[in-house]
């Protein structure tokens, strides 16, 4: 039998006259014509646009926006000067508390369509105060001639960087430090990295900054090869590296041909490997790919919410798996509670252990290693009482979810950065309800979305 041909109600080329209804999970404006699904990137909710369909497959296409004839009453105007170029944020035109309703839907929708799971009515997000220059991590393209050096995060939907000398969303010292090695690459005619033909030298910028100590790491991803001895000459003189609170920098090594940003070698060019970071009255020390929160403030929000919920878990075992540098696992330690962190990232485990040591905490193991082999190992070896999981986007393997469902800890305790994969684990965590569940805006102006889940055994009748 012949397959029946879809129905698609345009084609690409089309010029049309749209109402934004509702926003996408990705943060786009989404519209119908005749049926059919619409994504307007850049699209708000009441905006009446003009556009051009540029893509269209059997169940939606997506529409070039060249005309706003009528505005969103919930647009204000965004101080990025290339916001609507730049694909760091998508929200710097939306209102704080509208980019918060959209997070709370998101998460309902997500949770009820792929989970099977109805929420309550209300849903409790933390504000972020911070709601501009909060970012303590800055990953940056490097492209463009070695005379002109374009740095930044990539376009929307694209691998050219948008270029600009300032960004709303990162600490300034974090600007000004891209902005002095953007000076110091131009001035030396420093190579830049090119994609297509895998030559040139530099490919990247990573720059961790620390409100509470001020300290400032600094890592320039290369490819294989060394800088010339002049531009090192500049780059370590010691009063530029004070004003600016460098503590180190490193030389981080990556041939690799894909999109991945950090290569598996780093070379200390000056200073440290780490700088310390601090919240509340612990020190944390981090090295240029560890995972740590990137608002602080709505850290210690995220920290205080997990501590309420283990309080009154004195002498029994928490374990911390996916733990990074060991955050959510030193925290917890630091008051009184016996903790196991598991983390595969074995430089992320010598941060912990470091803070550790700093910090006078001797009740937390740490174990490296991935999680699907050491979830089982200490969920044989003892009682846990709560697991704590805060997994990568792509969220828990099905391995450690059985081991959890098999374990049946008291508390499981799920972190998440992406709705999607957080609903398809609640899932299949059977046995298990939803107890509570809060959102923490870590990441304002942006379509990005924390959600923290406290999760107990169903009720037995």
């Not at 619409?38 to 529409?63: C, S, W, Y």
Request: aromatic share 8%.
């Amino acid at each position: 039998m012949a397959k029946r041909k879809l129905n698609i109600p345009v084609k690409n080329g089309d010029r049309l006259e749209l109402d934004v209804e509702t926003l996408a999970s990705s943060g786009d404006g989404l519209c119908r014509h005749s049926g059919y699904t619409l994504f307007t990137p850049g699209g708000l909710p009441g905006d009446r646009i003009r556009g051009k369909v540029i893509k269209t497959t059997p169940r939606f296409g997506v529409v070039d926006v060249f005309e706003r004839m009528q505005l969103s009453k919930d647009r204000v105007d965004p101080p990025c000067p290339v916001f609507y170029k730049c694909g760091g944020c998508k929200f710097q035109d939306l209102s704080y508390e509208k980019q918060l309703e959209f997070k709370i839907q998101v998460v309902r929708d997500s949770i009820n369509r792929i989970g099977g799971i109805e929420l309550p009515k209300k849903i409790e997000a933390f504000a972020a105060e911070q709601q501009y220059h909060y970012r303590n991590k800055g990953s940056f393209a490097v492209q463009g001639k070695t005379s002109d050096p374009k740095i930044g995060f990539y376009s929307e939907g694209s691998h050219n960087v948008a270029d600009s000398a300032v960004c709303g969303i990162l600490l300034e010292p974090i600007n000004k430090t891209k902005e002095w090695l953007r000076y110091l690459l131009k001035k030396n005619q420093i190579s830049i990295y090119h994609e297509e033909h895998h030559r040139g030298l530099v490919r990247g910028l990573v720059i961790r900054h620390s409100e509470s100590t001020g300290e400032t790491l600094v890592g320039l991803v290369t490819n294989e090869g060394r800088f010339p001895r002049s531009f090192l000459a500049e780059l370590t003189k010691e009063n530029e590296l004070k004003k600016l609170g460098i503590v180190g920098l490193i030389q981080n090594i990556n041939p690799q041909t894909t999109n991945v940003i950090l290569g598996n070698k780093n070379k200390i060019l000056w200073g440290k490997k780490r700088l310390t970071d601090k919240l509340a009255n612990l020190s944390f020390h981090l090295s240029l790919g560890s995972f740590f929160q990137i608002h602080s403030a709505q850290t210690l929000t995220l920290y205080n919410l997990i501590h309420n919920w283990v309080e009154n878990t004195q002498e029994k075992t928490i374990v911390d798996a996916y733990s990074g540098s060991g955050g959510i696992a030193l925290w917890l330690a630091a008051k009184g509670k016996n903790v196991v962190a598991i983390e595969q990232f074995e430089p992320a485990m010598e941060d912990a252990r470091l803070s550790a040591t700093t910090n006078g905490i001797n009740n937390c193991q740490f174990l490296t290693g991935n999680a699907e082999k050491l979830v089982p190992r200490v969920a044989s070896e003892e009682k846990v009482h709560t697991f704590i999981i805060d997994p990568p986007r792509k969220g828990c393997s099905e391995s450690v979810l059985k081991t959890l469902i098999k374990s049946k800890p008291e508390q499981i305790i799920y972190i998440s950065c992406n709705p999607s994969t957080l609903a398809r684990d609640l899932e299949r965590l059977e046995g298990y309800h939803i107890h509570d569940l809060r959102i923490v805006d870590m990441f304002p102006q942006t379509q990005h979305i924390e959600t923290a889940v406290l999760l107990r055994p169903n009720p037995t009748h």
